[in-house]
């Protein structure tokens, strides 16, 4: 749920709770969305023959359906073989970000599953690549400085144990 209820931070507009400041926004100023599910339309996830449980709800809920040009930029990575979302969903979400002018850089993984990015999942691989497009996307937006250093990280890291 964790792609989700990030790109949901810059989509969504129903679920602020009624003791939230409306003065200050809750949109983060960038996103970094890893396997993200954007899409709980009719045949989308949770909304289809097998699964139905936000088929009441699914309008409030899916980022894909609610993209309205005020999103910030946007970095996805996802694998080819996600089977939660598929590419050409990725691909219409990147579409319609950038129809509406927003940034949406969209990376996919050849032959990657759900959560290909993990270090205990994908290997130390995919995750030092994920980690370090994450690391220029943020240095591009003037987050972050300099090249990527996860590699260097990783390597002390493993010294250390």
Same mark, same amino acid.
């Given at each position: 749920?964790?792609?989700?209820i990030?790109?949901?931070t810059?989509?969504?507009?129903d *679920? ?15 996103l ?18 097998k ?6 709800? *699914? ?38 970000m950038?129809?509406?002018?927003n940034?949406?850089?969209?990376i996919?993984?050849e ?5 290909f990015?993990n ?5 130390k ?8 497009e ?7 937006l ?10 260097? *990280?990783f390597?002390e ?5």
């Amino acid at each position: 749920a964790g792609g989700h209820i990030a790109a949901a931070t810059a989509t969504i507009k129903d *679920w602020d709770a009624q003791t939230d400041d409306p003065s200050i926004s809750a949109v983060p100023n960038a996103l970094l969305l890893f396997n993200p599910v954007y899409n709980h339309g009719p045949g989308g996830y949770g909304n289809n023959e097998k699964d139905s449980r936000v088929a009441e709800y *699914w309008e409030k809920i899916s980022p894909l359906h609610n993209l309205d040009g005020t999103q910030p930029p946007t970095l996805v990575m996802m694998g080819s073989r996600d089977k939660h979302t598929p590419v050409n969903i990725t691909e219409e979400y990147d579409r319609r970000m950038e129809a509406n002018g927003n940034r949406c850089e969209t990376i996919i993984y050849e032959g990657q599953k759900h959560g290909f990015f993990n270090l205990g999942k994908g290997g130390k691989e995919y995750f030092l690549k994920t980690l370090i497009e994450a690391d220029r996307f943020l240095a591009s937006l003037g987050y972050l400085k300099g090249e990527p250093t996860a590699e260097a *990280w990783f390597v002390e890291k493993e010294q250390a144990k």
